[in-house]
């Protein structure tokens, strides 16, 4: 039997109406339409015209102008910047998890010399900001000849933010049962085979949880981006292209309204389709 | 030769560890090192010529007021934003737990919107929605009759701290909640049934049992939290660049405006950035070990009363 979809349905589900679940529904509608008001902002101006901008503070707009998504797309480059951002964002999510994988593997779960040390070295930097450390990772990046490429800017995206997943994941497989590693290793197979076959699988919440996590740092990042595209802007993302459009005498807010849309949507995709194993991932992630 | 031993006994420890190692040498290690010998020399980053200065730049940096300022800055943004994110998240994710909410995703979506929007798109939207002409937030609040003119938030150095704080704590609440609902979750249902018996419920349900069960996570969500709030650059750098008169300049604020970009036309001092980033990861690295020696206390503590 297809449950008919009522308001009434939606709200409180098979049970009755209660007044402590209607009140909380209220309260918790009206918390939502202030957090959301800039975004119903953002997507009605990137709609208007810069002159109905200012003369009406309204959320319909009077005619609808799509001509400033194309101004953000073709003259603003955002839709190079989008591509920059994508490579950036899948190319250090890979980069990060499969090495903070492997080491906090070796580091949660195998006795050996220096592994205190490592360890609490990792610990020792959580709290480093990055303005600390932008200025050698400039440097380096230029003694490399990779300051102004996306391939130099994935890696250092990647190198960043690092440390905490480390120490996730060694948490994390330092819980995880003995015996399977010993009857694998009964039956002869390898220790990259192990890692790769029994125990990565195993640690999937944590590695959901990483990949969401860095997902979010790239797409947010913006100083290194910043410090590194000031020299060739063809590499820009996303965060900085924005930037860029204050950057200017008078500011277009409607080609401005229009690129951050664009900027958000496929990371509000991905977020409504990956919620549940964010959720589960963190709180498997903790529990063990 | 134990050396090559344990290099072979190992290989494999040591061969898995390596691009992990190799990246965090890079982009973690090498630039703390690196930082910390720039920071004693006098340096403009245009040529190679670097001047050793020693504690040069040091003893510069303590007599520094805008230092000082921006350092006690970085200090009032993290108490300001992180003990209010905590505490909203965790009440709105024990709201959004109840089973009986049928909409609590929908809310948890809406909420969690501004995390994956970019920083500097969410800092320039709300210089817009905070300014004092035509800004629908002073229009609201005006309309309303709370104010008899218009607020400028982010233009008058008393207030844009607090406008800063505010928008941040806006931005990073879903995050906060998202976890907070992870730890929620890890809470078994027969303990909810348990207190139900006995009567146990609202906010002495929640600090009685369940804050306890959850307690574990806090401290992890703490942490998370902090160093996010140290990374509070872009938020800030698309709000106000520091301004208005260095009243929201925070410590890599300061940092990036002394390296890459003066805007009084004066020369970049790497050099003397990097000090002050060094001085600035110094304190932090100690209240790291204070925090640490804290904790560690306070469980051989707990343990000592249980044995």
């Known amino acids: ?47 208007k015209s810069n002159m109905e901008m200012f003369a009406n503070p309204g959320l319909i707009p009077q005619d609808f102008m799509w001509d400033n998504y194309r101004r953000a797309w073709v003259e603003a480059n955002m839709g190079r910047y989008f591509f920059n951002t994508l490579i950036v964002t899948v190319g250090s999510v890979f980069l990060v998890t499969v090495s903070t ?14 592994r205190t040390t490592f360890f609490i070295a990792f610990v020792a930097t959580v709290f480093i900001p990055q303005g600390f450390t932008i200025i050698p990772v400039f440097e ?10 996306l391939f130099g800017l994935t890696l250092a995206t990647s190198g960043h933010a690092m440390v905490v997943f480390v120490v996730l994941f060694a948490g994390y497989f330092s819980q995880l ?28 919440p944590m590695v959901v949880t990483v990949v969401i996590m860095q997902v979010l740092h790239a797409w947010n990042d913006f100083l290194l981006p910043l410090v590194i595209t000031l020299a060739n802007p063809a590499i820009r993302t996303l965060s900085v292209g924005i930037y860029a459009f204050k950057g200017e005498q008078s500011i277009d807010w409607t080609g401005m309204s229009a690129a951050a849309t664009i900027s958000i949507v496929p990371v509000v995709i991905l977020f409504v389709l990956l919620q549940r194993y964010f959720i589960n991932g963190l709180a498997g992630a903790v529990k063990g | 030769m134990r050396v090559l031993g344990t290099l072979r006994v190992h290989r494999f420890h040591y061969l898995m560890m390596l691009p992990g190692l190799v990246l965090a040498g890079m982009f973690v290690f090498y630039p703390i090192f690196a930082a910390m010998f720039y920071a004693m020399h006098d340096w403009s980053g245009f040529t190679a010529q670097k001047i050793f200065v020693g504690f040069g730049n040091f003893l510069a940096l303590f007599q520094d007021p805008i230092f000082w300022n921006a350092f006690g800055r970085s200090i009032v943004f993290l108490l300001g934003t992180v003990p209010l994110q905590m505490a909203i998240s965790l009440i709105l994710a024990m709201v959004l737990n109840m089973q009986l909410l049928k909409l609590s995703t929908f809310f948890r979506t809406m909420i969690f919107l501004p995390v994956v929007t970019p920083v500097a798109v969410i800092g320039i939207v709300w210089t817009f929605l905070l300014s004092p002409f035509n800004g629908p937030v002073n229009g609201l609040l005006l309309d309303l009759g709370l104010v008899s003119q218009p607020i400028d938030f982010l233009g008058s150095t008393q207030s844009v701290m607090p406008s800063v704080i505010g928008v941040y704590v806006w931005k990073w609440l879903g995050i906060t909640l998202i976890y907070w609902l992870a730890a929620l979750q890890t809470v078994p249902d027969e303990v909810y049934d348990a207190a139900r018996l006995d009567n146990c419920k609202g906010h002495r349900l929640a600090f009685y049992v369940v804050l306890p069960i959850i307690k574990p996570f806090a401290l992890a969500i703490l942490l998370i939290s902090s160093v996010a709030a140290l990374n509070v650059f872009p938020l800030i750098m698309s709000m106000t660049n520091g301004g208005p008169f260095f009243g929201s300049e925070v410590m890599e604020i300061f940092i990036y405006r002394t390296a890459f970009a003066a805007d009084d036309g004066s020369i ?16 932090l690295l100690g209240l790291t070990a204070l925090q640490a020696l804290a904790t560690r206390r306070t469980r051989m503590a707990t343990a000592g009363s249980k044995a």
């Open chain 1, 101 to 114: 994988a492997m080491l906090g593997y070796v580091l949660g779960r195998y006795r050996f010399p220096g």
């Open chain 2, 268 to 283: 970049p001092q790497l050099g003397y950035a990097a000090a002050a980033g060094v001085l600035f990861g110094a304190v």
């Open chain 1, 140 to 149: 380096l990046l230029s003694m490399m000849g990779l300051s102004s490429n």
């Open chain 1, 1 to 47: 039997m297809i449950a008919r979809l009522s308001p009434k349905r939606i709200v409180f589900g098979d049970h009755a109406p209660t007044l402590r679940i209607t009140l909380t529904s209220v309260i918790l509608a009206l918390l939502c339409l202030v957090w959301i008001y800039p975004f119903l902002w953002m997507v009605s101006t990137s709609l």
């Open chain 1, 177 to 204: 049962p003995k015996e399977l590693e010993e009857a694998a290793r009964v039956e002869g197979v390898t220790f990259f085979k192990i890692f790769w076959y029994v125990m990565l699988p195993l640690a999937r």
